[in-house]
């Protein structure tokens, strides 16, 4: 589906179907982030039902960097920018893009990053001690 949000520029949307090594699914707030070329961000979209949905210009989409993570607003000072995402445990991947494409699947996130997320979405450190933040599970 192509969009034009402005006279001259013309937004193109891509599905990304995120996938992890040894699970089906991660069910995690897990977000994607589409960075420009010169690591400014684009777009971030929360992955629902194992995939998320960006608009970009195809020139965004040739020359980015799709990264995919827990949410990084916390941990990173604004404005976000790859640099400051690569601080962190992130999966990062070229999209390979073609304009006859709409949707692709990233290839998979290793296990040992997943289970880093898992672990640090579960328990928050609070002045030293750890706290239960919430429930997550993999299939």
């Known amino acids: 589906m192509n969009a034009s949000l402005s006279k001259n520029i013309e937004y193109k949307s891509v599905t990304i179907l995120p996938t992890f090594e040894k699970v089906h699914a991660l069910l995690a707030d897990i977000h994607l982030y589409l960075f420009g070329s010169e690591?400014?961000?684009i777009m971030e979209q929360a992955v629902r039902r194992g995939k998320?949905?960006?608009f970009a210009t195809?020139?965004?989409?040739r020359n980015g960097?799709?990264?995919?993570?827990?949410?990084?607003?916390?941990?990173?000072d604004k404005p976000l920018t790859l640099e400051a995402a690569r601080g962190h445990l992130v999966f990062e991947a070229v999209l390979g893009y073609e304009n006859t494409q709409s949707s692709y699947e990233l290839p998979p996130v290793p296990e040992d990053v997943w289970r880093w997320w898992l672990v640090h979405s579960l328990w928050e450190s609070v002045g030293g001690t750890l706290k239960k933040k919430s429930r997550l599970s993999i299939w």
Not at 65 to 76: E, H, S
Request: hydrophobic share 50%; charged share 25%.
């Open 65 to 76: 960097r799709i990264v995919l993570a827990p949410q990084l607003d916390d941990f990173v």
């Open 58 to 61: 195809e020139d965004e989409w």
């Open 39 to 41: 690591g400014n961000l």
């Open 52 to 54: 998320a949905t960006l």
